[in-house]
């Protein structure tokens, strides 16, 4: 089968580690950047870290709003996908770059398998929601990481295509783990303690674009029990600089600014970190999977097992409903909600019956 792998964001980079160099085994892939992320340290960092094979094709679209961001996408996908001719066209999760390459795929009317196919938050306000919905719409192969997306999308009416695989972020983070442990020289870097700290990222435009919000979500992070490092994506960077509010942030050292981190470094800190705060999808999954609480920045979430198995609690920007989720006592059990970690093998093996010629 030949495949042409469209990603653009960190989280593509992360979830493409688990499929690419497996699906080159016996098979064409040729993989496309977009270049929605374009900084080392949000791209190629990760290309690097995680072994990704080389890029075929980049894109170099770079940074706009929604609506120019896709539409110079599909403008550069369109010529790119009828010089290729691949057999399919695979997207991972719900950016900008998913929605492109979902809908260059279907306007060229190749084939489309959608990697976190189902996932839903039910806000509509989000741009991320309308790439999945879209996306799977567009999808003749859905691939989906727990029971409830494959019931999601059977609510939408779809069901021919759809397979439950798991989610292809466990198989790496299960990969990476071992390394990860090992790291922990790392914590000194920030004078950190194992357990002694939190762990916070945020970037989701409904939290860091309106002044209002952010001036909320900083006195939110200045107010935690313990201290907490931030990577701070570089969107917020530029919002909290538009705002003047990055000195305030970092006042009295209750928050620890770092720049955006590769995946080992942040996932060292992550399985040691008392507790995430974030607003990230992948965060939410990655802090359940090595067992540490997850205090959500935000008011709903597509990955609903993690809160329903009481490691996920939903506080939006409310400072002490994040203080009394951060003291909650951790549950017993951690089922295997998202899979074993060989999602990636069963995409290449649904890839291959569904499109080989
Ligand atoms: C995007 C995705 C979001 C995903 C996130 C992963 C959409 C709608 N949003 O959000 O779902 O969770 O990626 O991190 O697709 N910037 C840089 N350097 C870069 C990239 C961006 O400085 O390499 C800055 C620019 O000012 C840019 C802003 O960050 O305008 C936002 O970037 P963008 O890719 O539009 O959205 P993200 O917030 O990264
Ligand atoms: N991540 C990272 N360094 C950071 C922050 C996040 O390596 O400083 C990784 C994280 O481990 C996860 C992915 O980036 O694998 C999540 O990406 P992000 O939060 O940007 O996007 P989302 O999942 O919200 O779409």
New binding site residues.
Partial sequence: VRVVTVIG???QFVKAAAVSSLLRQEHEEVLVHTG????DE??TVFVQELGIPALEHELAIG?GS?TQ?TARMLEALAPLLAQERPDAVLVYG????TLAGALAAAQAGIGLAHVEAGMRSFDRLM??EL?RVVADHLSTLLLCSSQGAVENLAREGIVDGVEMVGDVMVDVAQLFAPRARQRTAMLERWNLKEGGFLLATA???GNVDAPERLAVLVELLRGMPLPVLLPL???TA?RLQEAGTLEALTAGDRVLLAPPLGYLDFTTLLMNARAVLTD??GVQKEAYLAGVPCVTLRDRTEWPETVQAGWNTLVDLDADAAREAIERPIPDERPELYGDGRAGERVVAELVRRFSA
Avoid: I, K, V
């Fill in positions: 964001n960190r989280p929605q992320h374009y900084d949000l791209s940074s929604n961001q719900d950016t900008n770059s741009p991320e790439n970037h989701r435009a994506h570089p969107r530029r990230s999808g």
